[in-house]
């Protein structure tokens, strides 16, 4: 009895002694790491013009364990290209049709630019009737909106709000979405063209023209337009739509060659050169990190990274935003060979350019879960659908004129950091005292547990003493009678 007590009372604290010890060494490693990250956020910028750029991350509420990119820097020097990586060239498969396979191919594809009073019921009309009454393949049409036409007539039907080609059933079920706001004339050029691409390649295909109107800002929102585009063709089940492609208004592809087709795996970026239409000037070449102008990929890609973020107002920012999610996801994208990837540029004012594009690069990848296409649906309002054949034409409300996003003032910033420290504060307290009680309360358990067992141990070694006495009772016996 003595013995288990004087056990009980040296080891509780040493016992206590050692896990505080621990204890206290683990919160002061955490609370360095977290003072020493906080400090790299917020004291690298090493000029005032970096600290400018950097400004927004004071009024921000981003929590200090995220990997924040300094974002210029980070995309001169960071590849998101795929290094060894082959671009999917499956055999011919006679039940599933891939593009390489089609018959129709002719490398360099005879875009037009159609006459300025082209209207979007002449494209009807044009792939309706005046391209199936065309017999000889060679033949050069002429219309009221366009003169030397020489798309080929390729069987074509169109059925619930898809165009198939007529006995053959591609290996993809595509949905081109198209971004808009003013390029009118940009949008009716590209959907006469691309209608005669996508069927040299035999595709299975629906158009969407997404215009930002209602009220007609300036300011243009890519991101929140092809989400919203995402969630119409997602709500629109029996479309069953399998490969997205995400493309420029004013870019029409110029070789046939160039897969209109999604990778399993990746993305694919298919704007490598580019020409203005009329220019001598020849091709541009877009940076390595740009992902913008045609993208291709498949639904379950576009969910990964949450698609798009909802932030950026104004011209540019939004795809490189977009790159930077699929590095965060361990993403990288797949590019067409130079001499496919070539498009030509149809001319546009520019647009006005968003000037809080790089801070919000800056954090890109901190909101990728809480910014983009799951959260879409309060910020648009969908004002008409059109449809024809040729294009779905979605009015959209992207809500132009509210921010439904607010940064925080400082005087917010500083309360949310000083509930932020006194949720640490009040938290380390409880975990500590929950600790303690909890090792306590354990050790009681334990000690209980012994003094419980203690009589049985007792009785179990009296009925033992009164075995072994019985049984050298029984040999003494024994031996006594054999004497
Ligand atoms: C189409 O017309 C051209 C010249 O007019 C002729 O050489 C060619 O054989 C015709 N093709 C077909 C398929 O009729
Ligand atoms: C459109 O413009 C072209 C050339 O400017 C002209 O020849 C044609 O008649 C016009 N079409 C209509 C329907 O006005
Ligand atoms: C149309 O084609 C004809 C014959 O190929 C050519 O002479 C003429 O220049 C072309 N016109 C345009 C506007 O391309
Ligand atoms: C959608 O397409 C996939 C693959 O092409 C197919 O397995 C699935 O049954 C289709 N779903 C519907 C609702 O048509």
Not at 98 to 110: A, D, I, N, T, V
Not at 127 to 148: C, D, G, M, P
Not at 163 to 192: E, M, Y
Not at 388 to 402: F, G, M, P, Q, W
């Amino acid at each position: 009895m003595r013995k288990i007590y004087w056990r009980r009372n040296s080891l509780t604290p040493i016992i206590f002694l050692v896990l505080l010890i621990c204890f206290i060494t683990f919160i002061t490693t955490f609370h360095i790491n977290q003072e020493s990250i906080i400090s790299f956020i917020y004291h690298t910028p090493n000029n005032c013009d970096e600290l400018a750029r950097n400004s927004l991350l004071h009024q921000s509420t981003i929590p200090p364990y995220h990997l924040l990119i300094p974002y210029q820097e980070f995309a001169m020097r960071t590849s998101i290209s795929c290094h060894s990586y082959k671009l999917d060239e499956p055999k011919k498969n006679p039940s599933k049709l891939h593009p390489r396979h089609s018959q129709y191919l002719r490398g360099k594809f005879p875009y037009i630019v159609p006459y300025s009073n082209i209207t979007f019921n002449d494209i009807e009309n044009f792939y309706t009737k005046i391209l199936v009454t065309k017999k000889n393949q060679t033949k050069i049409l002429r219309t009221s909106f366009a003169s030397n036409i020489s798309f080929e007539n390729v069987p074509y039907i169109y059925i619930n709000d898809m165009w198939h080609p007529v006995g053959v059933i591609s290996a993809q079920r595509t949905a081109i979405l198209i971004p808009l706001q003013g390029r009118d004339f940009n949008a009716k050029t590209f959907i006469f063209n691309i209608h005669a691409f996508a069927r040299r390649q035999l595709l299975t295909y629906t158009i969407l023209l997404i215009e930002q109107v209602h009220p007609l800002g300036h300011r243009f929102n890519k991101g929140r337009l092809f989400n919203a585009g995402v969630r119409y063709i997602q709500n629109q089940e029996s479309l069953n739509i399998t490969c997205l492609i995400l493309h420029d208004v004013d870019l029409i592809p110029e070789n046939d060659g160039n897969f209109y087709t999604c990778e399993p795996i990746h993305p694919k970026h298919t704007t490598i050169r580019v020409q203005q239409v009329g220019s001598k000037r020849g091709y541009t070449r877009y940076y390595e990190f740009l992902i913008g102008g045609v993208l291709l990929l498949t639904m379950d890609l576009y969910k990964k990274v949450n698609g798009f973020s909802n932030l950026y107002w104004g011209w540019g920012g939004e795809d490189d935003d977009l790159s930077l999610r699929f590095i965060q996801r361990r993403i990288c994208v797949v590019r067409p060979s130079d001499g496919l990837a070539i498009y030509a540029a149809l001319p546009h004012p520019r647009g006005q350019r968003n000037n809080a594009r790089f801070n919000l690069l800056t954090w890109s990848t901190v909101r990728l879960d809480t910014d983009g296409f799951a959260q879409i649906d309060p910020m648009i309002r969908f004002v008409e659908i059109q449809k024809r054949s040729t294009v779905t034409h979605i009015k959209l409300d992207v809500n132009a004129n509210e921010d439904l996003y607010k940064a925080p003032s400082m005087e917010e910033y500083q309360s949310l950091t000083d509930q932020t420290d006194e949720h640490i504060t009040t938290t380390r307290k409880t975990i500590v005292n929950n600790d303690l009680s909890l090792i306590e309360s354990t050790l009681n358990e334990k000690i209980n547990e012994v003094d419980n067992l203690l009589p049985k141990v007792k009785h179990d070694h009296k009925s033992n003493k009164d075995e072994i006495a019985s049984v050298t009772n029984f040999l003494e016996k024994a031996i006594a009678e054999h004497r």
